[in-house]
């Protein structure tokens, strides 16, 4: 499996932590709340855990803490934040750890429409037997109310409104009803149903939440995370992960993180002091685009280099993928390479500064 | 699984590093014979724990830690309301680095601090004494490292928290809070509430001697500040003779476990700083500001406070309140037995769930949340309830405290964006107390504050409100309130941005207000007028010392003290002190080597000028000889001031204006013009600028003349190695209009003459830089030029094409080829042969005039009865 859900990955820690858990379980939840924080966020000595959890979302303790409990209480949970701040992996870690069950997925595009959350025909079986409910599709949404679990909803706002109002009437009544049936028409919603959506702040205004919605949600904003000490340990935690995936046996030097990050912290400091959005990058920056620059430098140096990273590969990828507009976003970076890390690299002689700057160099020439 | 697991794991680790260091600390703080307060600042447990103590112990001195000069300060506490702070500051420090001053050292009070019940207690107790043991504020800053500047320091009274970042990380990591108020609050405020006063002194010696253990490095400050609170108490109590069982001594946690107990130490005198001492307001935001706290902290402490106090039954100790006496028995004087074991190892009995409060917070809040513009419902407030639960439980706590609060409500009501000013954060906030600003009363406001609000009486406004008041001021209408206009004028002039805002109205010299209308925020500013009072008894003095001190600074140059004289004229009208700070102003000019100030000179010298010419049938003494040395002041620097790299066009031009426009004062004042005209002769300028600068200087003494001038100009443009500096030659005599304003004509000329011959290439560059330099340098000077223009340059557009300068009107004029129309070309046209004849006679080209041709004349050839309508009508009209 290219990549296995949270569910999977982590089924050993969860079934350990599943068999110590004496606390109060809300629902049908297979841990009690206080487990599912201890899954996501890792445990400590004071637990009195036999065996060490690690942590694998990071970010502030009360978000997930109101995460849990929103699920535990009767609204749905909608996670806000920029791209690449974690939200989907933080859904999936709370479906794995209050269900075992994360796959119950609806993606919010433009073309999603009703029946993605509700429920769809099989054409064929209903031409061979009519309506029924063998011949009635369910969506993950209908599934995870049967079955009384956590449904996700990605990107719920890149979805039309007439998709979020059908969200209304699942999220208040808890029910969903097929008229086209004439009896066990009615799907009701199990205890312990919820569902986690996740929306984008950069999509604000496309289709804006209508307040009957926003009411059935507790939002909780999940920023950027800018404290570089947490950020270090995301994208540590990240790539180790992506190593292994790609079974790349590579040294990555703690100067070449720290690189990465001051200019990520750089980058970000000079959009938060740009006026306009054409002296802005177009990329949110966020830990998640820090952790792809990683990944295409490893795979990069894996392939076509010495299978070493080295600090021009490093700053190559980070043009590569932050360079999307020409020439606004190249314009910026060529700024940020002389007017930053030029000085920079003078000032640490003999550091790694100045190869970033050469391979930034490089590729910016290339790219214009 | 019980909230203290962290603690304990904790205490276990401490104590096999420490050993048993911590309990012995606890005995030996025990053990004392003057009984030992520990308190933590702004602790309601600490707090109640002393009004508990003092109802039954009823001591008869308290030693307090604080500043012992700050004593004389308390009893003003009684006219304010709190919090408010203790001040000692100092403006003039004798024995410090000059660059500390002013130093200033702030205490602020609650009243839900232990410190403050012991002081009420105190105070208000017939035969009960108080007594500051701390090192005074002198030894604050005596002790103070020389290195690092000092600025506001605040004394952290009973401060309990640990000393250094990484013992913090790690409490808060494991104890699942946030920041460290809540640490506090959860670990160790809501266990001691309810305890007994053994428990509850054990608990806090063990505290303080945890954190001074796992920070071994860096007491020896502490250490000192022990032995002299100790020194202080045995002096005290040796003299008085009291017995020590009768006294408290309330000091911090962290001072009750110290390893130095009862030791003494040879206190130095004090610097012959003088120190000024007053009470200032203060807030919950700046305490938690002065102090690293959260925000908000102090301010649930507060709702803690009152709601123990409530819950308890007991009476809090107030100032200026009825004494009601409810003491307690006294408890009997039993052994020291151990109470930590229990404590550490069973869960505290915490007060049980309070469901009307956290209802009550509920629905406030979304009542809150409605009117700052959030969607939010009776739902949201179930929901808030049931969240708050939620996460307590999660968290491990029994109830929801504040911050479980907070965050349930921050989880449910906020939404995307915020549609009001406040967020739902800060709105509980607000529910749980909100921000509370203190105020010190008029009684213990300095004698300088008090006059101030009396003097502003007669405007009827309550100024010691916190709102902006509206003042309108109809001085015609209402002689009598010069005064109060006046008095606004100078708070204006002292206090900082906001605090006195004229509106409309404005005093300069010469200028008089009919009408003026204030915005005064002066009871938010209270602590800017008591800072004053500071300086002095009155606002005048504090004025006058200023300006005093602004002329006699080492920095002090002509400019700052003619501003210092202008503000004396303008806000004290004192003859005396105009006259000695104009002295002042000579004396200053004289010594003054450079001539950077001149343009600031030259302007302010001219106002003061006109000011006393309007009023005065004669000019002040000091006037008189200010023109006169700057006479010859200016004469002596000019020629190297012309020289000179680092002295700029503008500053030569002032000079040259000062020696210009004063000429004619001077030279009746005694001065001689022969040392102008030998000045201008010295000097050898080779800057462009400057060079024009001499130009028109020589001009203006008659050694040139203008035509001369003219020529100059006219060289300058005609020759291409020279063209480049053309534009630094013109601003040259841009300047010079400051000492010859009749050049105007010729300023213009010479830039229509740059404008029309210079090449694009040396113009358009220099055109950006003419326009900033003219509006930086001599704004002044350019209406002047505007003006001139204006008379120069045609003022309509059909005037332009026979517009001719002024300056080429006595050129010869070229004949210039013109269509010409009318009668007279009708004749030429129809008679051209006559004219070509003349023409050629007079030896001109002959001039071809057109009739209509082409197109034009087929059409009229084809209609002609169209032409011939066409010209009845202009005809008729």
């Excluded at chain 1, 079934?15 to 629902?27: M, N, R, V």
């Excluded at chain 2, 906001?498 to 008089?512: F, H, K, Q, T």
């Excluded at chain 2, 023409?839 to 005039?849: H, I, K, R």
Aim: glycine share 6%.
């Amino acid at each position: 499996m290219l990549r296995a859900p949270a569910e999977i990955k982590y089924a050993d820690e969860l079934d350990y932590l599943e068999s110590i858990d004496t606390g109060f379980k809300p629902f049908s939840w297979r841990l009690s709340p206080r487990m599912v924080r201890i899954f996501v966020l890792g445990s400590e000595r004071s637990d009195g855990l036999d065996r060490e959890i690690p942590q694998k979302w990071f970010g502030d303790r009360s978000f997930v803490e109101r995460s849990i409990v929103t699920l535990a209480s009767d609204r749905g949970l909608l996670l806000i934040g920029d791209p690449g701040t974690g939200k989907s992996w933080l859904a999936e870690l709370l479906a794995a750890a209050i269900s075992r069950n994360s796959t119950l997925v609806v993606q919010g595009t433009a073309g999603t429409t009703e029946d993605h959350i509700k429920y769809s025909w099989n054409v064929s079986m209903v031409i061979a037997k009519g309506q029924s409910r063998e011949s009635m599709i369910p969506s993950p949404i209908m599934t995870a109310m049967e079955r009384g679990v956590i449904g996700r909803f990605e990107e719920l706002t890149r979805s039309t409104s007439d998709v979020q109002d059908a969200l209304i009437s699942i999220l208040s009544e808890k029910y969903v009803s097929i008229p086209e049936l004439d009896d066990d028409n009615i799907v009701f919603a199990q205890p312990g149903f919820s569902i986690i959506a996740t929306a984008n702040s950069r999509d604000r205004g496309v289709n804006d939440l209508s307040s009957a919605l926003k009411r059935r949600f507790n939002f909780v904003r999940i920023p950027v995370v800018t404290n570089k000490k947490s950020e270090a340990e995301i994208v540590r935690f990240r790539t180790a992960e992506l190593l292994r995936r790609h079974q790349i046996d590579l040294e990555l030097p703690p100067t070449l993180l720290d690189i990465l990050l001051q200019s990520f912290a750089d980058l970000r400091a000079a959009a938060a002091s740009a006026t306009g959005e054409d002296e802005k990058l177009e990329s949110a920056l966020s830990t998640a685009e820090q952790i792809g620059v990683l990944e295409d430098a490893i795979l990069h140096s894996r392939f076509f280099g010495d299978s070493t990273l080295k600090a021009a590969t490093l700053a190559g990828s980070l043009v590569g993928s932050l360079a999307r507009r020409s020439p606004e976003d190249l314009a910026i970076l060529n700024k940020y390479l002389h007017g930053v890390v030029e000085p920079r690299s003078k000032q640490d002689e003999g550091g790694s500064w100045k190869e970033f700057l050469d391979g930034g160099r490089n590729a910016i020439a290339t790219l214009s | 699984m019980s909230p203290f697991d962290p603690l304990r794991e904790q205490l276990a680790s401490a104590a096999a590093a420490f050993g048993d260091g911590l309990v012995d600390d606890v005995e030996q703080a025990l053990k004392t014979d003057v009984e030992i307060f520990p308190v933590c600042h702004h602790s309601p447990a600490s707090a109640l724990a002393m009004v508990r103590r003092l109802r039954e112990k009823q001591p008869k001195v308290i030693y307090l830690e604080l500043c012992e000069d700050l004593r004389p300060v308390l009893e003003e506490l009684r006219n304010c309301r709190l919090p408010v702070a203790l001040q000692a500051f100092a403006s003039d420090i004798d024995g410090f680095p000059p660059d500390w001053a002013p130093l200033s050292v702030i205490a602020p009070i609650t009243e839900s601090s232990a410190e403050y019940q012991a002081i009420a207690y105190a105070l208000d107790t017939p035969g009960v004494e108080i007594v500051l043991v701390d090192r005074s504020v002198d030894h604050v800053f005596q002790w103070e490292p020389r290195a690092g500047a000092a600025a506001d320091v605040g004394i952290e009274i009973g401060d309990l928290r640990p000393g250094f970042a990484a013992l913090e990380e790690h409490l808060l990591h494991h104890g699942k809070v946030r920041h460290w108020s809540e640490w506090w609050d959860q670990y160790v405020e809501q266990p001691l509430s309810g305890a007994d006063y053994a428990t509850y002194r054990q608990v806090m010696v063990l505290i303080g001697s945890l954190f001074r253990r796992l920070n071994p490095q860096g007491n020896e400050v502490d250490e000192d500040r022990e032995r002299y609170m100790w020194t202080r108490m045995r002096e005290h109590l040796a003299a008085t003779g009291t017995d020590p069982a009768q006294c408290l001594y309330v000091c911090g946690a962290f001072h009750a476990a110290s390893p130095v107990l009862d030791e003494r130490l040879d206190i130095s005198p004090r610097t012959a700083t003088t120190w000024l001492y007053g009470l200032i307001p203060a807030s919950h935001s700046a305490i938690e500001e002065q102090f690293g706290l959260a925000p908000g902290s102090v301010s649930i402490a507060a709702a803690t406070w009152s709601k123990s106090v409530r819950r308890s039954g007991l009476t809090p100790y107030k100032l200026g309140g009825k004494s009601t006496r409810t003491d307690l028995p006294p408890s009997a004087p039993g052994e020291t037995e151990d109470r930590l074991s229990g404590f550490l190892t069973q869960p505290p009995s915490l007060d049980g769930f309070d469901e009307a409060e956290l209802l009550g917070w509920c629905v406030e809040i979304v009542r809150l949340a409605r009117r700052n513009g959030y969607l939010a419902s009776t739902a949201d407030a179930i929901a808030v309830y049931e969240t708050s639960i939620l996460l307590a439980g999660m968290r491990n706590r029994k109830r929801p405290t504040p911050y479980d609060f907070q965050d349930a409500a921050v989880t449910c009501i906020e939404k995307d964006v915020v549609p009001g000013r406040r967020d739902v954060r800060r709105l509980c906030e607000i529910l749980l107390g909100g921000d509370k600003i203190g105020q010190v009363g008029y009684d213990s406001l300095p004698p300088l504050a008090r006059d101030v609000l009396d003097r502003l009486q007669p405007l009827g406004l309550d100024l010691e409100k916190r709102t902006i008041q509206r003042a309108l001021i109809d001085l015609d209408a209402h002689p009598e309130l010069e005064p109060c206009s006046h008095l606004l004028w100078i708070l204006r002039r002292l206090l900082p941005g906001d605090a006195v805002r004229p509106i409309m109205g404005s005093r300069r010299l010469g200028e008089r207000s009919h009408q003026e209308s204030w915005d005064l925020a002066i009871g938010r500013n209270q602590r800017s007028i008591i800072e004053l009072g500071y300086e002095g008894v009155t606002i005048e003095q504090v004025l006058e010392q200023r300006l005093r001190r602004a002329c006699w600074d080492e920095k002090a140059t002509a400019a700052t003290a003619l501003d210092a004289v202008e503000d004396a004229i303008l806000y004290l009208g004192s003859r005396r002190l105009t006259e000695e700070l104009g002295a002042r102003a000579v004396e200053l000019l004289a010594g003054e080597r450079t001539v950077d100030d001149a343009p600031d000179v030259l302007r302010r010298i001219r106002r003061l000028l006109a000011h006393h010419r309007a009023v005065e049938p004669e000019l002040p003494a000091w006037a008189k000889s200010f023109v006169t040395t700057g006479y010859a002041h200016y004469c002596t620097l000019l020629p190297t001031a012309f020289v000179e790299e680092e002295t700029g066009v503008r500053q030569v031009g002032a000079m040259l204006g000062f020696l210009f426009t004063m000429e004619s004062l001077a030279l009746s004042l005694g001065c001689d013009r022969a040392q102008l005209e030998l000045a201008v002769q010295q000097s050898h300028p080779e800057a462009p600028a400057k060079v024009a600068l001499l130009w028109t200087a020589r001009f203006q003494l008659g050694l040139l003349s203008m035509a001369e001038l003219r020529e100059r100009v006219g060289e300058l443009l005609g020759n291409p190695l020279v063209v480049p500096s053309v534009p630094q030659y013109v601003s040259g005599f841009v300047q010079a209009l400051e000492s010859a304003p009749a050049l105007a004509p010729f300023v213009v000329e010479v830039l229509s003459r740059a404008f029309g011959q210079l090449p694009d290439s040396v113009l358009l560059p220099w055109l950006p830089k003419l326009i900033t330099t003219l509006r930086d340098q001599a704004p002044e000077l350019v209406p002047v030029l505007v003006r001139e223009a204006g008379r120069t340059f045609p003022a309509l557009l059909a005037d332009v094409d026979s517009f001719t300068p002024p300056w080429l009107a006595r050129a010869p004029r070229k004949a210039v080829a013109r269509p010409a129309s009318g009668p007279v070309s009708e004749l030429l046209a129809v008679h051209h042969e006559t004219g070509a004849a003349v023409a050629e006679l007079l030896g001109c080209a002959a001039v071809p005039v057109a009739g209509p041709s082409g197109e034009v004349a087929a059409l009229l050839a084809a209609h002609p009865q169209t032409g011939e309508a066409v010209a009845g009508v202009l005809t008729a009209g």
